[in-house]
């Protein structure tokens, strides 16, 4: 049997289950560089305050790099009865260097330990999603420098509704993804803060240097309250939002990407790459990722439900069922990561059947919209313009004709403000063109996104 690092106040070991059940070194075994690092600082600063002899400090900083060479050796093996991340830790430290390993430990509980490796971890994560999301962002921005001119039906209800750019619509989504990039941002500033030396939960008699480890862990600033550092979750929960938000956005493109990909639509083929085939039917081409993108949404919303229900009932100050931010954060953090690259890789590599787009608004009512703004424009009140249409348009429907094939003569017959412009007027091409209203479809106006987009990401 293992002795525990917590042994002495008991006279018997742990029952077998429990250890296990207890036991969270099976799912947090990344945290370990990120335990070692906090380690690291812990002893620097013992070392520094005279709290330990510097001798010893750097006897345990030694003894710390030769884990970490062990760890990136893969020569760690974690055990159960270590219970977690920080006592594997120790067990190899003491391993390496005698009973003096024991001193790391003065004035640090693993309350605040382990709340030093999360806020750690995730602000390794929330960088490599701002990389991830910025290359997302890039990858739909190039796509829509080629996309601007591509006039293609616009949906409410999924009904063809008007005639946009394509170009306009993938912008729509550098905006969201752009909100996505800012809140995981700000999400960094709750997690750059150092919650080492709260110990336990009430500071220590220890005459520690709390803006030491916060320098050398390169946090912005510590905790003010030890209680509230070893306590809280909230910098997990606002990453848990974000993920969410973020997963909510890739499904709708997804789903988009879906129906286009469908033989109804046939605007967008996507890359061998980005598809799979099916065991029985020879001449299936299935859009799985955005499949699965879209279905794992539900288990980053889940995580997200999970953690807040774990926090809801918890009293001050540190309670074990705060182990449980783990697993969820862990899997969301690899199941967004992926989900950003697998859709800019999809983006880049798909191709878009302007043709077929442009063909599916000939075919349409959505220039009707066009017809009564003309009619308004010349004067008529914009509600009976509508009404006119309207009934043009049933009209239209029974004969099987669309508004462009409607005579002139028929035209004048329904109102004497209709006049051979019509004719241009109810062309996409030009109701994309004119829709030059700020934030707009027009040609010009997606041009203009995306020339403040390019702005935008040479910025970071
Ligand atoms: N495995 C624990 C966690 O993840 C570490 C902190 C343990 N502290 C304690 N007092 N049992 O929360």
Redesign the pocket.
């Known amino acids: 049997m293992v002795e525990k690092l917590w042994g002495g106040r008991f006279e018997q070991g742990l029952d077998q289950q429990t250890e296990e059940y207890g036991a969270?070194i099976k799912f947090?075994q990344r945290l370990a560089p990120f335990d070692l690092q906090g380690s690291l600082a812990h002893v620097k600063m013992l070392g520094e305050t005279g709290i330990i002899s510097q001798d010893e400090a750097k006897q345990i900083a030694q003894g710390l790099e030769l884990v970490e060479q062990k760890l990136i050796a893969g020569e760690i093996e974690f055990k159960i009865e270590n219970?977690?991340?920080?006592m594997n830790m120790e067990s190899y430290l003491t391993q390496a260097i005698g009973p003096v390993a024991g001193k790391l430990h003065t004035a640090r509980?693993?309350?605040d330990?382990?709340a030093t490796d999360m806020h750690l971890y995730l602000k390794a994560v929330l960088n490599q999603m701002l990389s991830a999301l910025t290359k997302l962002r890039e990858t739909i921005v190039n796509l829509a420098v080629n996309q601007v001119d591509t006039v293609m039906p616009g949906y409410t209800h999924l009904q063809h509704a008007q005639p946009i750019s394509f170009g306009q619509h993938l912008m729509a989504y550098y905006q969201m993804f752009t909100r996505d990039f800012e809140r995981f941002e700000f999400n960094i500033k709750h997690t750059n803060m150092n919650p080492l030396g709260a110990a336990?939960l009430a500071g220590t008699t220890f005459p520690i240097d709390r803006k030491l480890t916060t320098r050398l862990l390169d946090f912005e600033k510590p905790y003010a309250n030890s209680m509230d550092a070893v306590s809280d979750r909230d910098f997990i929960l606002e990453f848990l939002s974000n993920a969410s938000v973020l997963m909510m956005h890739l499904s709708r493109l997804c789903e988009e990407i879906l129906l286009w990909c469908s033989h109804e639509f046939q605007f967008v083929t996507l890359s061998d790459a980005y598809s799979t085939g099916s065991s029985i039917m020879p001449q299936k081409k299935n859009p799985d990722l955005a499949e699965l993108i879209r279905g794992k949404t539900g288990r980053v919303y889940g995580n997200l439900v999970g953690l807040l229900t774990v926090m809801k009932g918890l009293p001050l100050a540190?309670n074990?069922d705060?182990?449980e931010?783990?697993e969820g954060m862990f899997d969301s953090a690899d199941t967004i990561l992926t989900a950003v690259e697998i859709m800019s890789g999809m983006l880049s590599t798909m191709t878009v059947n302007k043709s077929v787009m442009e063909t599916s608004t000939q075919k349409d009512f959505s220039n009707a919209t066009e017809l009564a703004d003309y009619l308004a424009k010349k004067g008529l009140p914009f509600r009976q313009a509508h009404e006119i249409v309207g009934k043009l348009v049933l009209d239209c429907t029974k004969k099987g004709i669309y508004l462009q094939d409607v005579s002139l003569e028929d035209y004048q017959k329904l109102s004497v403000l209709i006049e051979k412009d019509i004719y241009t007027v109810l062309q996409s091409e030009v109701a994309v063109a004119r829709r030059t209203s700020l934030g707009g479809t027009s040609f010009d106006s997606v041009l203009a996104q995306i020339a403040a987009a390019k702005d935008e990401l040479k910025k970071h």
């Open positions: 969270s947090e219970e977690d991340i920080h509980s693993r309350n330990q382990v336990a540190y074990k705060l182990q931010d783990k």
